[in-house]
């Protein structure tokens, strides 16, 4: 399965952040990847921009925002 699909797969079960996103495919037994967290921000963005996805910020006390990322 490519890494468009996993995200795709498990955005459809709940919304994550990039941040989890990468913890859940990287200690996964059920997926490979030896990727960089670019890779799935990149992805990310891709599916944004096709309606795939969107995103709500999340600001957080002392810590930059994050984008919590769910399927349209």
Do not use: C, R
């Not at 079960?13 to 670019?38: A, Q, T």
């Not at 890779?39 to 944004?48: A, R, V």
Request: no cysteine; charged share 20%; proline share 3%.
């Amino acid at each position: 399965m490519d890494l468009q699909s996993t995200i795709l797969g498990l955005l459809s079960w709940k919304p994550f952040s990039g941040y989890d996103l990468k913890g859940i495919i990287s200690e996964s037994d059920l997926f490979y990847w030896s990727g960089n967290n670019n890779q799935i921000y990149k992805i990310l963005l891709e599916l944004q921009q096709a309606g795939l996805v969107t995103f709500e910020v999340h600001e957080q006390e002392s810590l930059p925002a994050k984008k919590i990322y769910s399927v349209t």
